[in-house]
Structure formats: structure tokens, C-alpha cells
């Protein structure tokens, strides 16, 4: 397969290229895709390549049909895993296919429906309130860097209540997420470690929690919801709850840092519906929603098709990997009109694809939603005046659309 070439012998730039997504015109080179050749080959250099399906129309279609393009079997990122891990990972929910994905999806969803996640909303106010007096202080001696020291707080904190891990390890357990979303970056990835390292020391900790907990009186928690729960007619066991465990903290940790972080960048960038947020907070729905659109936390998730099959007019083999490209679909201007470049918090409807679609669509979109809110209400509240004080950088990732630096000079 050479389809590189677009339909008239276009070349396209490598979007394979994690430093395509530091500092490229990412957006320019999306929407001369969509334009030109909306579902796009792309090779990569060690193993096969991948069909990038840019359109919005075109996304949902995969999302929407997971008996041709699955989840299960080679998973939801574009390197192929071993095989052992592979295997693991299928405990995920992310990773699994209907019916075993119905049936373990099923238990779980009235725990994350709005009106439970709801009740969550003053404890991660208090959580916000402490998270900003920490940084109100820290802002007093300068500028504070806002994407690790204060956006990357919150989610830990709230996934720790979610599941009921002890407070002292909640920053352990951040730790470990962090290494596991950052393997493309040189930077953040160090010496010595793997993406791979930091969720097989989650695991494990996993485990050991889910043991620990089976000999305690069961708590108002999820982690006792699922150890008690039935998933196709029979509890997890602790390696299935492990799996469970990694993919809920990373799943919510990285995601929502970013909403936070790039959302508050993206409102710095536009003071005049800042100053309006700030003046009606009745505006804050719509802003977090909006935030999730153009600052889309996940460039996109993977299928493999199990079947030949054709996709807007173009052959797909079966085992072919299939790429939703949500930073494209997001700006597809077929939906979201002349503006779709343009960052507008009224604007509506907002039919995104930042939480995937149908059967997969994010089981904590509640959840992320409502930090959102808390947050840059609280936020708001805290301080008069927020300022950048330097340029951005983003993570060298083509899968984390998110940022690692972001100076900001905050007073109260
Ligand atoms: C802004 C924050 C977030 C974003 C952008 C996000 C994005 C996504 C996306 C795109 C998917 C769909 C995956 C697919 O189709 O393959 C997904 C699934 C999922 N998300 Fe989120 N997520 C966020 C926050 C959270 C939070 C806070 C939690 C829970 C603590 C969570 C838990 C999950 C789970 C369990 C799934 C798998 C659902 C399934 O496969 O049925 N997410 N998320």
C-alpha cells in the first residue's frame, strides 16, 4: 500500500511524526487531508502503516460499527503491542469489543451517570479551593507553571476519591500515569523509563489494593461496587481489577490535565470571551464544551477492521489499523461551518468527538465535564488577573494533544 500520495499524487506530511504535533500546522495539514483525501494512508517506519479517517461523518462510522472495526484486537493505539500485553490489556474496557464490552460496561454505568457524578461536585470544589490557596501562595514569589503544578492535581485527586485510594498515595499514583502518557517525549520520558514501567508499578499496586480491600468492610466506593459487581455473570478477579484500575486513572488523569491546562491557555488567547466567562458564569457549559473542541485532549483512537471493507469510497483491508483523527473530525467544517477554526464558548450546537462516539463514548464524560466547571469557576473566583508569561510547549506526542509547560503570573 503507497496510498501516502493523495488521490492526485499529492504528498502529504509524515502525521505519524510526534514533532509534527509539537509545533507543526497541524490544522493547515488536517484540513488539506480532509479536503483532499479524507481517508489517508499513512505508513509508519517499523511495522504497518494506518488508514487516518479525518472527517467527522467518517469517525462516527467507524466509532459507531465495532463489528468491522475493532477494539479488541490490536487495541486503541497505532504501535501493535506484544502479544502478553496485548492480552492484558483487553481487560480494559477501552479494549474490548460487544458483548463481553456490554456486559462489563453495563455494571459500571450508573455509577458514572450525571446525577451520582453530581454529588461529587462540593468535594471537588473543596478540592479546588486547596489545589488554588497552594498555588495563590506558590504565585506570591512569581510566575507558576501551570500544566504540572496545578492543572495535573486535580484529576489524581479525584479519580483517589472516585476509587478510594488512600490520600498519601495519590501522587504515586499520579506519577506513574504521567510516565505512562509520555513515552514519545525524550523530555519527560527521562533515562531509564518506559510508558510501559510506569502502569506495570500501577498494576501492581492495583492488585495489591484490590487484595487489601477484599478483607476490609465494604466502602461507599466504586472499588467495592466492582470487586462486589458481576461482569458477565462473574465477579473480576484482582488481575482484571488491576486492569480496571490502570485504565480508569490513566484514562482520567492525563485527559483532564489537559482540558485544564490547554482550556485555560486557549482562554488567555481570547480576553474578551475570557472577560465574559469571568462576568457570566452562566457562559461556563458551553466554554468547557468548547475547550474540549478545539483543545481536544486525545488526537485520536485506534480500530482494526476484521473484515475487508470499503470507507468513504476507499478499500480497507481486514487487519488494517483505522485512526479517528478527533483533532480533524473536531474542525470538520461539512459540521461545525466557516467557524470550525474558530475558538467560540456560545457556540451551539457542539456535536465534538473529544469523548468518541457510541458504544466507547468516555464513560467519565460526566465527571470530566464537572471538574471542568469547578475548576475554572474556582479558578475564576481566586484570582483577579491571570496572565501568560512565556510560550507554551506541548508533549511530543501524536496521541496526547496536551501541553508540559505553561507559565502563568495569577493574582488574587
Ligand atoms: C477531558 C477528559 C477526558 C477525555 C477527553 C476523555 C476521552 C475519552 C475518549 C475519546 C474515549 C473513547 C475511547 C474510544 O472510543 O476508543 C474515552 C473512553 C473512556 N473514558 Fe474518558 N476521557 C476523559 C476523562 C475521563 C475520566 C475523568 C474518566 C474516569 C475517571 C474516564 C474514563 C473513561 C473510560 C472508562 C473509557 C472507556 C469506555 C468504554 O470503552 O466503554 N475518562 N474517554
Redesign the pocket.
Known sequence: MNAHAGPHGTRFPDIYDPDLYVDGPIHKIFTDLRHNDPVHWQPMSNEPGYWAVMGHADVTHV?RRPDIYS?EIGG?VLENMAPDQLAQARN?????DPPR?TT??KP?AES?QAKVIGQMQDRIRELCTTILAATAEAAEQGSVEFSHAVAGRL?SQ??GE?LGIPEQDRDQIREWAEQSTSGQDPELAGEGYSAGSGLGAMGLYAYQFAVRRRQEEPKEDLTSLILAGNFGERPMDDIEFASFFV???T???D??K??LSSGLEVLLAHPDQLAELRADRSLMTGAVEEI?RYA???HY???TALSDTVLDGVAIAAGDKVA?M?TSANRDEAVFGETAQQFNIRRSPNPH?????????????H???L??RVFFNELLNTFSSIEQTGPSRRIRSNLNNGLKHLPIMLRR
Open positions: 466509532a477494539a486503541v480494559m474496557l477501552l479494549m474490548m464490552h462489563h460496561r459500571l458514572f484529576p479525584v479519580v472516585l485504565q480508569l486513572v484514562a482520567g488523569n485527559t483532564t489537559t482540558m474540549l481536544n485532549p486525545l483512537f485506534r480500530r479517528m478527533y468527538l473529544s469523548f468518541g462516539f457510541a458504544q466507547h463514548f468516555c464513560l467519565g464524560v465527571l470530566a465535564r471538574e471542568g
